[in-house]
């Protein structure tokens, strides 16, 4: 049986499986979703599954207790076809599948039968990493309520408090839900125990599941039915819709995740987009099921994506109203994130700059959370500065752009964002993200570096050494709760500067893997700081340079010259690598002058009769020649340089 929807003649390109064209109108083959048939003559695909059947939830949870594998067992159990079959199917980037981590939220509609009555259930898998907790705040304005899973076996960690928390806050309904209960050593009883002892759970209250072999999760998808409450909102009011995420397609263009608030919206239909207030025609919209299945109308409490006549990327705004006209008010939006890294980007080769500068645009419509300004460097020509929510936000960004958009790159190493009270204009704080803009000391009233307000779960036994090493990072304001589930909860203050580089990995390492981590901004310090500025026979090499606090100055000083010498190729000179603050050297390394022999390696001569490998030397240091940066009178070869980088 079929049911048919009209006017989708533009819509080949996203042609689904499932779905045919036939004779100019769009048929769905309902069956093939396992989706039984009743009523007809509904034009919408969504076949009036009345609001009061939809229900609209995320996963949510601290990174790694099994989100990405519980959607993937709801998509099976609720037989939804999936393109091809695949672990973490919601995990659609490259870089999620090889790091096995999930860095954007992903949706997919799912329908299901129970008790004889058809729901529209639209799932949103969210990332756990506290540096992606930006797609998981702005996944939970699209919902009614929650899955918090919390992994049997690990127990609540940092990520699950800060989770609840923004769910409560977003005032949705939470279902607390043990996963990975197939594990030998997973321990129910004692996390039970410790969700009612953090988060006020009856014991009776968290379901138990496992992702892995779909034991329990039935009955979660009962516990979602039944606890989560339906969408509210008019079918009669003026359209008013979110959008709570953007991506650019290769054929498609701008596509925008929507969720409708009010009103309805649907093929064909004109709308405007309330913070330019330019008009836009809906040439293609539909539901993710999981791909992009087009539908001809979605409607108040529904989830779904439009494509419309947008030219630019940047058009399409995260956070924006979808509205049918300019009286309907403006949702209230997201705010926006603030960067905690800055780092500079640069095509490896000069002439790429047009290319990369394109590649960027249409990365940043699918992660609005980076910032990007133009800048340049006399090392590394030009370029951008770019604000990241953390490290590994920042590689997952570098990746992307290589894998997606094949960018050939370099990053200069990474920067937090420092304010500044200058004698000139004494009663207002400039911020610094870029080493280039660091004022003359002497200018100087005061310095404030940032500061987050770090929460870090552990069992108790392993408080020592994490104290330690937050006190060796200039922890404050230490607090401790002790958990009757044998935990402890250290809260502190500390500076993000000395967070984002390694704290995690020697946390996890103290802890044996145990501690976890969550951090939010908390505003600025006081504080001194030092640029560091790299030398080679006198002349700077501006990419080298960074700020950080005055005790750190000489141990970065230090380390970036041992590398310098150890990857620079001697000259017909001697040169003398230095790393300053102000006018005084704080590390020095001297490379001897020597006239280079390309024919010997690791100090052996290349045999003399062999001409061939003699000729392939040669031509290989031509080739290293052409790819050389010239700072003063010293070459460094880009592969050097780019050692440098990575180690600095
Ligand atoms: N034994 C067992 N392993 C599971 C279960 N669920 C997930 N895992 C494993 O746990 C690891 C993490 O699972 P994911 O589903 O990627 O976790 P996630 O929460 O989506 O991870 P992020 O999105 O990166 O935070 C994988 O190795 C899974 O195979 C489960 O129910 N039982």
């Known amino acids: 049986m079929l049911i048919s929807a009209c006017g989708l003649n533009r819509l080949t390109l996203t042609l689904h499986a499932h779905a045919r064209l036939c004779e100019g109108i769009w048929l769905y083959e309902s069956s093939m979703l396992g989706w039984p048939m009743s009523g007809a003559g509904d034009v919408n695909y969504l076949r009036g599954v009345p609001q009061e059947n939809i229900r609209n939830f995320s996963i949510i949870a601290h990174i790694d207790h099994g989100k990405s594998t519980l959607s993937?067992?709801?998509?099976?159990?609720?037989?939804?076809?999936?393109?091809?079959?695949?672990?973490?199917?919601?995990?659609?980037?490259?870089?999620?599948?090889?790091?096995?981590?999930?860095?954007?939220?992903?949706?997919?509609?799912?329908?299901?039968?129970?008790?004889?009555?058809?729901?529209?259930?639209?799932l949103i898998d969210t990332p756990g990493h506290v540096d992606f907790s930006y797609e998981v705040s702005r996944s939970l304005a699209a919902c009614e309520g929650v899955i918090l899973l919390i992994d049997a076996s690990q127990g609540i960690e940092a990520q699950t408090l800060a989770n609840h928390a923004l769910a409560t806050k977003n005032g949705l309904k939470i279902i607390p839900c043990m996963n990975k209960i197939d594990l030998p050593h997973a321990d129910p009883d004692r996390v039970a125990a410790q969700v009612h002892a953090a988060l006020g759970y009856a014991k009776e209250e968290i379901l138990q599941v496992s992702g892995k072999t779909g034991v329990g999760v039935e009955e979660l998808l009962r516990a979602v039915i039944e606890r989560i409450p339906p969408p509210t909102g008019s079918l009669q009011n003026g359209l008013r819709a979110l959008v709570?995420?953007?991506?650019?397609?290769?054929?498609?263009?701008?596509?925008?995740?929507?969720?409708?608030?009010?009103?309805?919206?649907?093929?064909g239909e004109k709308f405007l987009m309330k913070s330019t207030d330019k008009t836009y025609e809906v040439h293609e919209l539909g539901i993710m099921h999981p791909e992009a299945t087009p539908v001809t109308r979605l409607q108040a409490g529904q989830v779904g994506y439009?494509?419309?006549?947008?030219?630019?990327?940047?058009?399409?705004r995260v956070g924006d109203t979808v509205c049918s006209d300019a009286s309907v008010e403006a949702l209230k939006g997201f705010q926006p994130p603030v960067p905690?890294?800055?780092?500079?980007?640069?095509?490896?080769?000069?002439?790429?700059?047009d290319a990369l500068n394109k590649a960027i645009s249409k990365l940043l419509l699918n992660d609005t959370s980076v910032s990007i300004f133009k800048e340049s460097s006399n090392a590394l020509g030009l370029g951008f500065r770019c604000g990241f929510l953390g490290l590994l936000h920042m590689d997952v960004f570098r990746q992307r752009l290589e894998q997606e958009h094949n960018a050939d790159i370099i990053i200069t190493n990474p920067t937090v964002p420092f304010r500044v009270r200058l004698k000139k204009n004494p009663k207002e704080f400039v911020t610094i993200s870029n080493p280039s803009d660091f004022p003359d000391q002497s200018q100087v009233i005061e310095f404030e570096e940032p500061v987050v307000k770090a929460s870090l779960l552990m069992p108790t036994e392993h408080l020592g050494g994490v104290m330690e090493l937050c006190t060796s990072r200039r922890a404050r304001d230490l607090d401790m709760v002790y958990l009757d589930s044998g935990q402890v909860l250290l809260k502190c203050i500390l500076p993000l500067g000395e967070i984002v580089i390694d704290f995690y990995d020697k946390i996890k390492g103290i802890s044996a893997g145990y501690a976890s981590l969550e951090y939010e901004p908390a505003g600025f310090q006081q504080a001194q700081i030092s640029k560091v500025t790299f030398h080679l026979n006198g002349k700077p090499v501006d990419a080298l340079t960074t700020i950080v606090h005055h005790t750190n100055a000489e141990?970065?000083?230090?380390?970036?010259?041992?590398?310098?010498?150890?990857?620079?190729?001697?000259?017909?000179?001697?040169?003398?690598?230095?790393?300053?603050?102000?006018?005084?050297?704080?590390?020095?390394?001297?490379?001897?002058?020597?006239?280079?022999?390309?024919?010997?390696?690791?100090?052996?001569?290349?045999?003399?009769?062999?001409?061939?490998?003699?000729?392939?030397?040669?031509?290989?240091?031509?080739?290293?020649k052409k790819k050389m940066k010239r700072i003063g009178d010293v070459e460094l070869s880009q592969d050097a340089f780019l050692t440098v980088i990575d180690n600095s």
């Open 72 to 122: 993937d067992r709801l998509l099976q159990l609720t037989n939804t076809k999936l393109s091809e079959q695949r672990d973490q199917y919601m995990d659609k980037l490259q870089v999620e599948r090889e790091r096995g981590i999930t860095v954007k939220a992903q949706s997919a509609s799912l329908f299901y039968q129970q008790d004889g009555k058809d729901y529209l259930l639209n």
């Open 306 to 316: 439009i494509l419309c006549n947008m030219k630019s990327p940047a058009e399409a």
């Open 244 to 267: 709570f995420d953007t991506w650019y397609e290769t054929f498609k263009g701008v596509v925008s995740l929507i969720r409708v608030m009010e009103g309805q919206i649907a093929h």
């Open 340 to 353: 905690m890294v800055f780092a500079g980007i640069y095509p490896i080769d000069a002439s790429d700059f």
């Open 555 to 624: 141990q970065v000083g230090r380390r970036v010259t041992e590398k310098l010498k150890e990857v620079l190729d001697r000259q017909q000179f001697e040169v003398a690598v230095q790393a300053m603050v102000g006018g005084r050297v704080i590390a020095r390394e001297t490379i001897k002058a020597v006239r280079k022999n390309v024919l010997s390696r690791s100090g052996k001569t290349v045999g003399g009769g062999d001409v061939t490998r003699k000729k392939k030397l040669l031509e290989k240091q031509k080739e290293g």
